[in-house]
């Protein structure tokens, strides 16, 4: 898939996710926008995960920690065919196996997510499997920046560089912002990537809102022999919709019919500039 | 019930069983906390040392990590003091494991008050009711060397998330040679009809022990061991409880939320009433001392044991 298609695609999921999250009347809005570019690049270029190779595990491995994000990974396993589109209608809904956080009930989800601070463990866990049996695949990981505060991320990642796995993607969904406020007033991450590098990753920042930075990005891996990689993707959290971007109050926040309207009005006006 | 003769610490037998299983099957692995000694796990990590992976003092990741071999197609046994491993992951257990339905093996050692006078950061008397609330993971509680090997060679392939924990003294062996072992099947060790303990774990000694005593005195007790405190062998605890004059239920935990108000819930709902008493460790400080010492102390005992079924028995 050339950048062109993809960029057509991110702007095709964000329709998707804003219109999920206005039927179901609850969503995270604005991480699921800030993230849907990594996940595009992941699922349509890098990663080699497909309804087909999914009952194997000698595959790639996704795992989102930032489980709260899940409109974005719902809308991208559908448009991979792991289940029609059709299906994310019951999001949300009585007896719907489609939860506000991805769980294993969903084809094309490994890991139930949701509570923070869990997704690299398991990575790590997976990534040690897939060095321990010799295979070349590799595990992705999508953490949110406020959930840094978690410790277990920590211990991850010292376990991580400890048995050297650059076979292990962790990527930071870094848009500054969390439910309350700014990460760095509610508690500061800064200097990060000096504190992932201390911990033994080899660090890369990229615009993970930038299609090609990604490509080019992710193109470099592994980014240092017998170390983890970690990706600081900086993002704007409510990317794509002026009035959502940056904005506190979008983290979880509904559209109003008025605000749908505007918003893929604003998608269109995106797409034909393209 | 066999003369009871003395076995091994269960942990010992542990370390064993699951070094002859791993031998033959390289899909199985073993996580440890800095836990590879205390675990008796360091002739596994001289003998197969790419079957073992050191997590150092990070209970948390353990568990998630095991998590993550699980789905890596590997049989996990996460090994860990079962206090810390049930308290301070306990979210990983409830959510990595449990929840995400990974077939994990957890492995609660030194549990109970095993740790003795170590104190109470170091005792796992929590463990059971949090697990029960927990949907999708058994309890496994062996009580001796032979319950011990059983449910560890029958967790290999148990298609759900387990938690087995047991403690770190020399056990009676309490079965004869032609036992039998099944998760979730309790196991009838002494027969008699007077009085009935349902003893889960390392308690079940004194138990039996116990039952040896009223016997000389001239009252039959059953005694029946209840190593799967979940799912609980609810078939086996009616039929005694109706063929019963009294019934004590006894084990390492506290007195809240373990196996004796699980029998008491299943009685209450069936409407069996009969002189019925929970033994184990009552909502207090624990006492200090040794293991031993903590259970004589909370009636834990032979002696204890003996002077509860005399007092249910007084009420019949």
């Known amino acids: 898939m050339d950048n062109q298609q993809l960029k057509r695609k991110s702007i095709q999921y964000r329709k998707t996710i804003l219109r999920i999250i206005k039927q179901a009347n609850a969503g995270h809005t604005g991480g699921s926008l800030s993230c849907i570019d990594i996940l595009n690049v992941l699922y349509n270029y890098v990663m080699d995960i497909t309804p087909e190779n999914f009952a194997s595990t000698n595959r790639d491995h996704y795992i989102q920690s930032k489980g709260h994000s899940v409109e974005a990974l719902y809308t991208v396993l559908a448009d991979k065919g792991f289940y029609p589109e059709s299906d994310l209608d019951t999001l949300d809904q009585y007896q719907s196996h489609f939860v506000g956080h991805p769980t294993r009930k969903i084809k094309g989800i490994e890991h139930n997510t949701g509570a923070l601070g869990h997704g690299l463990s398991v990575s790590v866990g997976i990534a040690l499997g897939m060095k321990h049996d010799g295979h070349n695949s590799r595990v992705f990981t999508l953490l949110g920046d406020g959930e840094l505060a978690e410790g277990s991320s920590w211990e991850a990642l010292m376990s991580a560089s400890h048995y050297k796995l650059d076979n292990l993607v962790i990527i930071v969904d870094r848009n500054s912002l969390q439910i309350t406020g700014g990460t760095e007033e509610v508690m500061g991450l800064e200097p990060l990537a000096d504190r992932f590098a201390s911990f033994g990753c080899a660090v890369r920042v990229c615009n993970g809102n930038d299609v090609e930075d990604l490509i080019s990005t992710f193109d470099s891996l592994p980014l240092e022999l017998g170390r983890p990689n970690l990706i600081i993707a900086q993002t704007t959290k409510g990317k794509g919709i002026s009035f959502m971007e940056n904005t506190v109050k979008w983290h979880h926040r509904v559209p109003t019919e008025d605000e749908f309207k505007l918003a893929m009005q604003e998608l269109e006006e995106l797409e034909v500039s393209l | ?316």
């Open chain 2, 1 to 316: 019930m066999i003369e009871m003769t003395k076995g091994q610490a269960n942990l010992v037998v542990f370390a064993d069983t699951l070094l002859e299983l791993a031998k033959h099957d390289p899909s199985i692995m073993v996580l440890t906390s800095d836990s590879r000694g205390s675990g008796k796990l360091v002739p596994f990590g001289e003998e197969l040392p790419n079957q073992i992976v050191e997590m150092g003092i990070a209970e948390q990741n353990l568990v998630g990590v095991a998590a993550g071999l699980s789905m890596a197609g590997k049989h996990v046994f996460a090994v860990s003091p079962a206090c810390f491993l049930t308290a301070r992951s306990l979210e990983q257990i409830k959510n990595d494991i449990a929840y995400s339905d990974h077939p994990v093996k957890l492995i609660g050692i030194s549990a109970g008050v095993s740790y003795g006078a170590l104190g109470t950061t170091h005792h796992s008397l929590h463990d059971f009711a949090v697990l029960r609330a927990i949907n999708n993971i058994d309890i496994v509680v062996p009580a001796d060397n032979f319950e011990t090997r059983e449910a560890i060679k029958s967790s290999v392939d148990h298609p759900r998330p387990i938690y087995i924990r047991y403690g770190k003294k020399a056990m009676l062996d309490l079965h004869p040679s032609d036992a039998t072992f099944e998760i979730g099947k309790a196991i009838t060790l002494m027969d008699g009809e007077d009085v009935t303990i349902i003893a889960t774990g390392e308690p079940t000694e004194r138990a039996c022990l116990a039952a040896k005593q009223l016997k000389s005195e001239g009252i039959s007790c059953r005694v029946i061991s209840m190593h799967t405190v979940k799912p609980l062998d609810v078939y086996t605890l009616l039929d005694v409880a109706q063929n019963t004059k009294v019934l004590i239920t006894v084990e390492e935990h506290s007195v809240y939320g373990g196996l004796g108000e699980a029998c008491a819930a299943i009685l209450m709902e069936r409407g069996i009433r009969l002189p019925f008493k929970i033994i184990g460790i009552p909502d207090e400080y624990t006492v200090t001392g040794s293991q031993l010492e903590i259970f004589d102390h909370y009636g834990i005992s032979v002696d204890g044991l003996v002077k509860t079924a005399q007092d249910l028995l007084a009420k019949v």
